[in-house]
């Protein structure tokens, strides 16, 4: 049953646009976030009635929930309407942390042990339909808030499922997956249990149109596809982007044969982002890349604030030096960041290169993250353990060669965005990565990029920066080295050349070309 208010655009999200802390007084504080999707939903205007269903988060959060029923007040959300869904707090924290982030994004981002990881017991099967229950909440809520014809945009891994049991719900609407995520090669995504790889694809293949922040992704989701379910993954040129499959009134996405005519994996190419269609059980399921970019204008404004100001005072009175060249990384303590390796490859430099002793400083920002998982919290420790070394070995009275920060500061991040003669940027494997799209965009005099070809970013950015294997320390303290013997004129052409593709689809636009992709199709 549609809902009195129905919105006619709907964005679905794992965290929304406000979060609440519950005050001494028993009053809620509302913080309001930023992102992409903020900035995305806003640019459609006032005059379209959108919708964003998210999740309660925390104790703050479900207590939001449980005095406005989850309709949340426009006051908090800086004018946008917010459906927050108080979910079971077990079901919540089993399918958050227990597949999420411990077992979708391990498998996207190449993260387990083999040897000893992953183990699919019954834990995880207790965690599977925990996860399930969560999506098929969102699901619900989308489909009761939805208008008749609706578009909706549902975003990342936490909501694999929610397309096709939306479809199910409400075959009128135009549906949109987008992942943030890389997504796995065929072998590695078939760690998963057989029945769990085809569950997960079949909910995406429920979608009209699953779009991917590079073309390197759409391939690997194509060819996923085409192995675990036979399905037939088409071109740009040979994709019928007609309404064959559309409305899923007349079949099953998520059942048919698990048979079917193979295909290749999809090329590059299209129109209005679309790259190529999965054809699976009666359904087309279009395919495309959209590249988020950096917010130019309000990097540029922010990062010439007082604040950031004083910020470049501090951290340029502990490099120690007008000389000194700085190279700047900032990253969440996550896993795939590859942080570790990161500062081993600045510790080879100065044993490869001694001429940088005394001339040179890394400033890393690593932000504690997921630090209810033990394996977040082991990393962390690594991360101020591995920077304690290089400066017990290394440091002099006058100089520190490490300088580690590890609360989350955005002001602090733009200071050193604007120092940064060196910008480190080596992830394991990222969905795109923004820091190596803003850092160019806000350098003061101009930086050179070391980017790991692992990061999506490297699509964008690859022919300005100087690649490297993540998982290879001693390229990439070559690649430093050379990063910081670059000539100042060098490093600032690059700059212009890597701000130039890094802006060139911001988050506004991100959006808008989604939803224009969605509709037209």
Not at 34 to 43: D, E, M, P, R, T
Not at 165 to 184: M, N, Q
Not at 225 to 248: F, H, I, K, M, T
Request: aromatic fraction near 8%; charged fraction near 25%.
């Amino acid at each position: 049953m549609v809902a009195e208010q129905a919105a006619e655009v709907l964005v679905a999200s794992n965290r929304g646009p406000v979060s609440y802390a519950r005050r001494e007084d028993g009053s809620l504080a509302a913080k309001r976030g930023g992102g992409g999707l903020v900035s995305g939903l806003s640019a459609i205007g006032p005059d379209t009635d959108a919708l964003w269903v998210c999740a309660a988060l925390s104790d703050g959060d479900r207590e939001a929930v449980r005095r406005t029923g989850g309709t949340l007040d426009p006051a908090d959300t800086g004018g946008q309407r917010v459906r927050m869904l108080g979910i079971d707090p077990e079901v919540f924290t089993a399918a958050y942390n227990g597949i999420a982030n411990s077992v979708l994004w391990f498998v996207h981002h190449l993260l387990y042990q083999t040897p000893l990881e992953p183990v699919f017991d019954a834990d995880f099967r207790d965690q599977w339909a925990a996860y399930e229950s969560y999506n098929a909440a969102f699901a619900d809520a989308l489909a009761e808030s939805a208008a008749e014809g609706a578009a909706v945009l549902v975003q990342d891994y936490h909501l694999c499922l929610v397309p096709g049991l939306l479809r199910e719900r409400r075959p009128d609407l135009r549906i949109g997956h987008f992942s943030h995520t890389p997504w796995a090669p065929v072998d590695y995504f078939r760690l998963l249990p057989d029945d769990i790889a085809r569950q997960l694809l079949h909910g995406i293949l429920g979608a009209d149109r699953a779009a991917f922040l590079t073309h390197r992704w759409a391939e690997a989701f194509a060819a996923t596809c085409v192995d675990a379910l036979g399905a037939e993954a088409r071109s740009g040129a040979d994709a019928d982007y007609g309404a064959e499959g559309r409305s899923g009134a007349e079949t099953d996405s998520g059942a048919g044969s698990e048979g079917g005519a193979g295909g290749g994996a999809v090329v590059r190419g299209g129109v209005g982002g679309d790259t190529g269609a999965v054809v699976h059980s009666g359904r087309t399921t279009r395919l495309g890349v959209h590249g988020l970019g950096a917010d130019a204008d309000f990097l540029r404004e922010r990062a010439h604030r007082p604040d950031v100001d004083e910020r470049m005072a501090a951290l340029r009175g502990q490099i120690g030096g007008d000389d000194r060249k700085v190279i700047v990384r900032v990253d969440r303590t996550e896993l795939s960041k590859n942080i570790v390796r990161g500062l081993h490859a600045y510790r080879q430099l100065l044993t490869d290169r001694p001429e940088w002793r005394g001339r040179v400083v890394h400033i890393a920002f690593a932000y504690p993250s997921r630090q209810d998982l033990e394996v977040y919290r082991r990393y962390t420790a690594e991360v101020q353990r591995v920077a304690d070394r290089i400066n017990a070995d290394y440091g002099t009275d006058d100089w520190q060669p490490v300088i580690l920060h590890v609360k989350d500061d955005f002001a602090r991040s733009l200071a050193a965005y604007r120092l940064a003669d060196v910008a480190l940027v080596n992830p394991i494997r990222d969905g795109m990565n923004l820091v190596a799209k803003e850092v160019p965009v806000v350098s003061d005099a101009g930086c050179a990029l070391v980017l790991s070809r692992e990061a999506g970013a490297y699509e964008d950015l690859g022919k300005e920066a100087l690649v490297v294997n993540p998982y290879d320390v001693t390229g990439t303290a070559k690649a430093l080295h050379q990063a910081l013997s670059m000539t100042a004129g060098e490093r600032a052409e690059r700059t212009k050349r890597l701000a130039a593709a890094a802006t060139a689809l911001p988050p506004q636009r991100w959006f808008l070309d989604q939803l224009q992709a969605l509709r037209a199709g």
